[in-house]
């Protein structure tokens, strides 16, 4: 059907990889990732940067693991992303507290987020760039298809 259809199912079978909730945990996992990518983690740039996806990409860079999200949005192969990359990454009080609402615990997360993230980037960054127009209106469309 559309590549959200598309996104939304190959997301369902990542979170069913990752998580013994199964597709339960892809409503509160896409939340996050969705809040991830729509404004960044707060703190993530001294200059206050706008956020979103380029926060994001400078946060990996700064802990060393910029070739990772490069993977995610280019054309070729996804590399992958470990649990505890992430936790380094964001900080483990960062991934508590993303982890406190979401109903799983912080190595569910941090599983399900190493397996979504690639995914949901590597979909909303078509040709291997992030497109003109954005990711928001990619996010809006996903947001308005979540169960609420």
């Known amino acids: 059907m559309s590549l959200l259809d598309s996104l939304l199912s190959g997301l369902a079978g990542a979170a069913q990889g990752s998580s013994t909730q199964g597709t339960n945990s892809l409503g509160p996992l896409l ?3 969705m809040q991830m990518l729509a404004r960044g983690q707060s703190g993530t740039s001294a200059g206050g ?3 979103g996806l380029d926060a994001l990409i400078q946060q990996f860079q700064q802990a060393g693991m910029g070739s990772q999200m490069n993977s995610w949005i280019s054309t070729g192969q ?3 992303i470990s649990p505890d990359q992430l936790t380094q ?4 009080g960062q991934m508590q507290q993303m982890a406190s609402g979401s ?3 912080v190595d569910e ?3 399900g987020l190493a397996n979504m993230l690639p ?4 979909h909303l960054t078509p040709n291997g760039k992030v497109p003109d127009s954005g990711i928001e209106g990619a996010l809006a469309d996903i947001s308005r298809m979540m169960p609420r």
């Open 89 to 92: 990454i964001f900080g483990r």
């Open 49 to 51: 940067a706008a956020g």
């Open 109 to 111: 997360m941090s599983g």
């Open 103 to 105: 109903g799983m615990n």
């Open 31 to 33: 939340q996050i990732a």
């Open 78 to 80: 996804n590399l992958p």
């Open 119 to 122: 995914q949901l980037i590597d």
